[in-house]
């Protein structure tokens, strides 16, 4: 609904300049043409507006999201495991857990998503680790710039592996075959994802964490106690 | 982002009882988990503010662009073939006019694009047609009701065919594999689209008419002109 092109009026020159010193009904449907591409700008500029305004309110709530996300994380820091679970009980995110991983994220105490300030131009994802036997940093980031100009573009942490412990190195590629596993998400690992920036356009992985785990973990991370509890007991 | 889940509370009652009487550890869990959803009833309620918001600006410039719309819909129809021709330069709408249907759909005049009063409900694609060896309707309408609840379903206008121009039988049903257009998109003809209301969620074509061609139609009916225009001159 708000998109954008501003590109028509040089276009309508090109057109206008072309037609020059043609027949009378070529210059009835210039003069239309000409209508019309004036709606198109107003419509343009309307566009242009609602988006800003949107953006606004976007920001607005972001804003006042911050900190009760903030205060969420630090209660979540005393759940042990609770980013893990959420994960792994998450149907796409879990198929992307190698076995290995799984012994790894157990670290995962604290995960944020951060907007840019300009909320258009990206967003970060932020790993935070207890000390572990993977790797020597406390925070994993995966930045996405997205917007305004430049192609989008993606960058992560280097990750700093102890010796023998690089995860995206022997991974086990027959994971998805065994198992219910069912989505794998292009089948890469996490670490395998983390570090692969090659499409940050399309980024399934990202947006899931960013617009779904992240929006409301607690969900994921309650899923099976519930099941469990409503199951039907077969065993008696 | 705005995503909305308001069921966590009901999850953690079902937890909260399951876990009754456990360890001290059980009870601190549990204590984290409802600060948790606390802060999930604070964010959802957040997203419900900023959909609200959201959608009543969307509302106020839907309601400024409509009598442009109008308007320009008037100018266009003293532009011969606009639509057609729009529909034709259009990189994926083009590939689903079949043959015959080219013949028919010069006799389009004017396209409407109408959201429903509460924009989230659905909207309708209006197409309005000259007289026509074709059919009798003036108008055929293709409703999309999409919320907020019950399950999305779409609408056609039962077209009256005259005798033996019934476009959607006897489509040619190869005219994919030749010509250079690209994309299928599942293969429809115009009018196989038009009456066919199996999943109006994903419907593709729908929202092209909708987001795109609607929106700028101009740009589609100027496009080949620019490039003949800038079109290098070889054959000197
Ligand atoms: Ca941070
Ligand atoms: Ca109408
Ligand atoms: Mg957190
Ligand atoms: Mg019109």
Same mark, same amino acid.
């Given at each position: 609904?708000? =998109?954008?092109?501003?590109?028509?009026?040089?276009?309508?020159?090109?057109?206008?300049?072309?037609?020059?010193?043609?027949?009378?009904?070529?210059?009835?449907?210039?003069?239309?043409?000409?209508?019309?591409?004036?709606?198109?700008?107003?419509?343009?500029?309307?566009?242009?507006?609602?988006?800003?305004?949107?953006?606004?309110?976007?920001?607005? /709530?972001?804003? +006042?999201?911050?900190?009760?996300?903030?205060? !969420?994380?630090?209660?979540?820091?005393?759940?042990?495991?609770?980013?893990?679970?959420?994960?792994?009980?998450?149907?796409?995110?879990?198929?992307?857990?190698?076995?290995?991983?799984?012994?790894?994220?157990?670290?995962?105490?604290?995960?944020?998503?951060?907007?840019?300030?300009?909320?258009?131009?990206? /967003?970060?994802?932020?790993?935070?680790?207890?000390? %572990?036997?993977?790797?020597? %940093?406390?925070?994993?980031? =995966? $930045?996405?710039?997205?917007?305004?100009?430049?192609?989008?573009?993606? +960058?992560?942490? +280097?990750?700093?592996?102890?010796?023998?412990?690089?995860?995206?190195? %022997?991974?086990?590629?027959?994971?998805?075959?065994?198992?219910? !596993?069912?989505? !794998?998400?292009?089948?890469?690992?996490?670490?395998?994802?983390?570090?692969?920036?090659?499409?940050?356009?399309?980024?399934?992985?990202?947006?899931?964490?960013?617009?779904?785990?992240?929006?409301?973990?607690?969900? /994921?991370?309650?899923?099976?106690?519930? $099941?469990?509890?409503?199951?039907?007991?077969?065993?008696?």
């Amino acid at each position: 609904m708000l =998109k954008m092109s501003h590109d028509s009026s040089k276009k309508m020159k090109k057109v206008c300049s072309s037609i020059e010193g043609g027949s009378d009904l070529d210059v009835a449907i210039q003069k239309n043409l000409e209508a019309v591409d004036v709606f198109q700008i107003e419509i343009d500029n309307l566009n242009m507006k609602a988006s800003e305004e949107i953006l606004k309110i976007e920001q607005k /709530y972001n804003q +006042q999201r911050k900190p009760i996300f903030k205060k !969420r994380g630090e209660v979540i820091k005393n759940i042990q495991n609770f980013w893990f679970t959420a994960i792994m009980n998450h149907p796409d995110l879990s198929s992307i857990v190698d076995e290995r991983e799984e012994e790894c994220l157990q670290f995962l105490n604290k995960i944020e998503v951060e907007e840019f300030e300009d909320i258009r131009s990206g /967003y970060q994802i932020e790993f935070h680790f207890d000390e %572990n036997p993977f790797f020597e %940093n406390a925070v994993l980031i =995966k $930045e996405f710039h997205l917007e305004p100009v430049g192609s989008p573009n993606s +960058q992560s942490t +280097q990750i700093k592996w102890k010796d023998n412990n690089d995860l995206t190195k %022997n991974t086990d590629n027959n994971f998805g075959k065994s198992g219910g !596993r069912k989505r !794998r998400l292009e089948s890469k690992s996490f670490f395998l994802w983390f570090i692969d920036n090659v499409d940050p356009v399309s980024d399934d992985i990202a947006e899931i964490f960013k617009d779904d785990l992240w929006q409301n973990p607690l969900q /994921y991370y309650l899923v099976p106690d519930i $099941e469990e509890t409503n199951a039907p007991e077969n065993d008696e």
